[in-house]
């Protein structure tokens, strides 16, 4: 059974940084490319970075181009999203997600979300 | 990037009726479109990929059509489990776009 598990969430202040993690098991994890996607309160879903299975390609959103970065720790199935110089538009449950393909340009959709991780931006 | 619209943005149903969304992208994404359901707080569930392939588990009563701009969601007979929110994305290419949500209501 594919499981995924974020942390890592939590409040902290404008400018501030925070790391999210995803604990993946159930399936290879270094075969499957991995993505971040968040949900501001009463929103709806935004795209946020895509890493592929063995980390060389990543992919993300203008809106947290250069200061978000994704990796990936396949010998511990872990998923990370490092986030720095974070915004009160920051605020908003992250969900990492499994996509249906090795590599991150493949146009392969996600298959599995986890149950999310709350980040509030907030002084 | 290619911006994707649904409609309607809500909906009110019963038990029973057959229920369609429309996703309409901004330009062509051939059939590279994905449909997910979110009940409130939990995390969105996978239903149909390649805009008419079912995902593992997804039950028959879901269906989903259309290539290029134009997509539907269908559900055949609503049953109460299915009052939600569904959203689409494509991922034709980067970045990876979302509508913004239809929500299923009971009437």
């Known amino acids: 059974e594919v499981q995924l598990l974020e942390s890592g969430g939590g409040l902290v202040q404008p400018g501030g940084s925070l790391r999210l993690s995803c604990a993946a098991s159930?399936?290879?994890?270094?075969?499957?490319?991995m993505s971040w996607v968040r949900q501001a309160p009463g929103k709806g879903l935004e795209w946020v970075s895509t890493?592929?299975?063995?980390?060389?390609?990543?992919y993300y959103a203008d809106s947290v181009k250069g200061r978000f970065t994704i990796s990936r720790d396949n010998s511990e199935n872990t998923l990370y999203l490092q986030m720095n110089s974070l915004r009160d538009e920051d605020s908003a449950v992250y969900f990492c997600?499994?996509?249906?393909?090795?590599?991150?340009?493949?146009?392969?959709?996600?298959?599995?979300w986890g149950q999310g991780t709350l980040v509030t931006v907030s002084s | 990037d290619i911006q994707m619209t649904q409609s309607p943005s809500s909906l009110s149903a019963s038990v029973g009726d057959r229920v369609t969304i429309t996703c309409r992208a901004s330009?062509?994404?051939?059939?590279?479109l994905a449909w997910f359901q979110q009940k409130p707080g939990k995390a969105p569930k996978s239903l149909i990929y390649?805009?008419?392939s079912l995902q593992s588990g997804v039950p028959s009563k879901f269906s989903g059509s259309g290539s290029g701009t134009d997509f539907t969601l269908t559900i055949s007979s609503l049953q109460p489990e299915d009052f939600a929110t569904y959203y689409c994305?494509?991922?034709?290419?980067?970045?990876?776009?979302f509508g913004q949500g239809t929500k299923v209501e009971i009437k």
């Open positions: 159930g399936f290879t994890f270094s075969s499957y490319a």
């Open positions: 390649a805009a008419s």
């Open positions: 330009q062509g994404i051939n059939n590279f």
């Open positions: 890493i592929s299975g063995g980390g060389g390609s990543t």
């Open positions: 994305q494509q991922y034709n290419s980067y970045p990876r776009t």
């Open positions: 997600a499994k996509m249906a393909a090795a590599s991150a340009g493949a146009r392969a959709s996600s298959d599995y």
